[in-house]
Nanobody, 115 residues
Framework: QVQLVESGGGLVQPGGSLRLSCAASGSIFSFTSVGWYRQAPGKQRELVAAITRGGSPVYADSMKGRFTISRDNAKNTVLLQMNSLKPEDTAVYYC?????????WGQGTQVTVSS
């Protein structure tokens, strides 16, 4: 059973920054991709950013230039650096790790952008 543990959420003012971290219970190279999704109240879960096993990042259009996804292979950790945060970035952020046959999720971490 894959375990994904997120951390780093919290309250930040508009224009501020946060860094989310997701620690996987196994090697992140065992996944075809790892990434972050988010879900705001009353909205569907949406992709924020993902990174493939080969290291290629994918971003949702609204996050390009503001968010950066990376991984620490030695620590089996996926990081999401979020800059220039906006109130509309407020959501629960979920870590995701995919294999060919499984879709694994963390418990989520709340990010609130408000003055």
């Amino acid at each position: 059973q894959v375990q994904l543990v997120e951390s780093g959420g919290g309250l930040v003012q508009p224009g501020g920054s946060l860094r989310l971290s997701c620690a996987a219970s196994g090697s992140i190279f065992s996944f075809t991709s790892v990434g972050w999704y988010r879900q705001a109240p009353g909205k569907q879960r949406e992709l924020v950013a993902a990174i493939t096993r080969g290291g290629s990042p994918v971003y949702a259009d609204s996050m390009k230039g503001r968010f950066t996804i990376s991984r620490d292979n030695a620590k089996n950790t996926v990081l999401l650096q979020m800059n220039s945060l906006k109130p509309e970035d407020t959501a629960v952020y979920y870590c995701n790790a995919r294999t060919r046959s499984t879709d694994n999720w963390g418990q989520g971490t709340q990010v609130t952008v408000s003055s």
